[in-house]
């Protein structure tokens, strides 16, 4: 496992579900975000097959792609400040980080054996796959696995992990590696 850190003074796109805007109207043309009914909504980021789950309130933010991702509307506010319209800082927060590159660790075999996360050397582009945003996620081999956090007991055994799944590039472009 290696340590990261979003880069500092990165502003995002995101944009709060169920207040209407432009941004989100053409996310919607394109089939990229969906509204169903009770304020629920499905989000097709590049990882999703059927539309992550969220909820009206909730954000959606950017990617360098221009494709959509969820984001809790707890944790968005914890984790950014706005900067202007639809505009945001992040503020950073050392994580823990894994790629296929590593060996096997307790964190991951806690995901394999808990979380659902699978691993399949004979699908590289579809090498991850788990149950994350109500979807069944999937990302290629080179992707990356972010832990946004580990609780554990007073024994030091996990008891639980909030992972998602951050492809290569976008990983690239948003976090550094810490010594």
Aim: proline content about 3%; glycine content about 8%.
């Amino acid at each position: 496992m290696k340590k990261v850190i979003k880069k500092s003074g990165k502003l995002v796109q995101a944009y709060c579900l169920g207040i209407e805007n432009k941004k989100v109207k053409e996310l919607m043309a394109e089939g990229l975000l969906t509204q169903g009914g009770n304020g629920r909504w499905r989000v097709f980021s590049q990882e999703a097959e059927q539309g992550e789950l969220a909820q009206s309130g909730d954000y959606i933010k950017i990617d360098s792609k221009g494709r959509p991702y969820p984001n809790t509307r707890e944790f968005f506010l914890k984790n950014h400040k706005a900067a202007g319209e639809n505009l945001y800082e992040q503020i950073p927060h050392v994580l823990e980080a894994w790629d296929s590159t590593e060996d096997m660790c307790p964190e991951m075999e806690f995901l394999i054996k808990n979380k659902g996360l699978v691993m399949n050397d004979k699908d590289e582009p579809k090498y991850y796959k788990a149950p994350l945003w109500g979807d069944i996620l999937t990302a290629g081999k080179d992707a990356v696995i972010v832990f946004y956090s580990i609780k554990r007991d007073v024994a030091g055994n996990i008891v639980d992990a909030e992972f998602n799944f951050v492809a290569r590039e976008e990983f690239e472009k948003m976090y550094t590696v810490l010594e």
